[in-house]
Each structure stands twice: as C-alpha cells, then as structure tokens.
C-alpha cells in the first residue's frame, strides 16, 4: 500500500499502469430531487449512499478516490496492480446499483433514486502529493472517458467501453449489450455496452481488503494539462506511458522529495 511504501522509506511516489479501470457513478436527476427536500434529507441520502458503496468497494478490492456530491469515483489496478482491474470495477458498480435496490425499499421517503455508472480501462497514473498534508492523486484521461460513460449511461445501468468488457469477459461473469454514444470527448461515435451479471453469477463475489489511501480529484482537463503535471514531477508524457518492464503491472518512479516551500 501506499502508506507501508512511505513507511519504508520510499522519498517520492509515483505510479503509472496501462491497466487501470476507473468507475463513475452519480444519482440520476439529482438536481431536480434534491431542489425539493431540505439540506438535512440531502446530505442523509448521500451519506448513506457512500457507507454502503464504501463497504463495497473494500470486499471488490477497489479504492474510493473521492466523492464529489452525489458522485462517486472508484479505481482498481492502482496504486497496486490487479490481477483484473476491470472484473472488480465492474463487480462494484453492479453491486452499487444492486444495493441501491434495497436501500430504495428501506427509504420510501426518497422516492425512488436511479443511479447512472461508467466504466474504462485504460493508461491511469497516480502519486503521492505534499509533504505535509499527504494526498495520493490520480491522473489520466481515463477518468474523462470513465465520467462520459457515466453521463450516458442508461438510467439504473452501467455502461463500460470496449476496453473493460474486453478484460472483463475473461471471467465469463456478465452480459454485454451494445450501446452506441457519441462522446464530448472526442466527438466520434463510440460503440459502448450495458453490463449485466451473467445469470449463474448471481452472487457478488468479495476481493481482498485493499487499505484505504485518502486521492483527491484531479483529472485531466486536456492534453496541455496532463504535460504540465508530467513535466511538474520530473517525468516526460513517453516515459510514463512506456509499458513497464517488471512483473507488477504498475511502473514506480522515485524521485528526490521537494523542499517545503
């Protein structure tokens, strides 16, 4: 984990994989719901929608990245690798919208609320920030792409990309339906999938613990941005997505720790 990495002494933190996957998930029309309740009844939804999705993620194996209002942003395969980092994300975000089904029963008060997740698998990027306030923040345009799917996903669904149904069939546990977006991100059509378990795995199956890291939400703006924040950490855009030569999935680079300001 990160936290045994900075106990053992490693000065600077930074990981890169090609084989990350990434989930955004976010409550469908909840401008218009929340516009009718009181603060109270708002901030009581969403509260209880993170403790259950939290305990999720750690039987799934994934890591929290954050919450950002109603949404939720997950990540497997980084800071330590996965042996199927889209099988995992894909196990939570159905898990998401099969607690959601039960927790709707327990809380008539809210009027049914449906819940909109994407998944992509592709090159992410992560490291540790500060040397006071630590902070383990993720980069990459595979959460863009991630957060789109979200944004087209069909209402109670999830939509994945070809690149996470590609890993994920491996494990012979979904359905996929193809779903065809054209996305804001580059403006061409993409042809996506709605998930579904495949019908004798009808069970979620748990993962192992993973630890906890506290990532803040920075994600790439633009090609222009991400240069900035390689080139900020001593690292060029080639050398980071250049496949690593070790066994592990991700590629760590140690470099010396920044003086405090």
Known sequence: SVLRRLADGEERIFDVTEDASVSFSDVAGFTNW?????SEQVVQMVS????????????????KV?????????????????????????????????????????NPQWNTITLRVGCHTGPLAGGVIGTRQLVYEVFGETNEIAEEYEQNAPRGGVLCSTASKTLASRTGRYTFTK???????????????????????????????????????????????????????????????????????????????????
């Open 66 to 106: 954050k919450t950002i209002g109603d949404a939720y942003w997950a990540i497997s395969g980084l800071p330590d690798p996965a042996d199927n980092s889209a099988a995992r994300i894909l196990d939570f975000a159905l898990k998401q919208q099969e607690l959601l089904v039960g927790l709707n029963e327990q």
């Open 48 to 63: 209880t929608l993170v403790v259950a999705y939290d305990k999720a993620a750690r039987e799934a194996g994934v890591i």
């Open 179 to 261: 779903h065809t977006v054209t996305l804001e991100y580059d403006g061409q059509p993409q042809e996506t999938f709605v998930v579904n378990r495949a019908a004798a795995d009808d069970e979620f199956i748990p993962r192992e613990q993973h630890e906890s890291v506290m990532v803040s939400t920075n994600v790439f703006e633009s090609r222009r941005q991400r240069a900035r924040v390689f080139a900020s950490l001593g690292v060029s855009e080639q050398q980071s997505a250049s496949p690593s030569t070790a066994p592990s999935a991700a590629q760590r680079i140690l470099m010396p720790l920044p003086k405090d300001d």
């Open 34 to 38: 929340s516009s009718s309740r009181t």
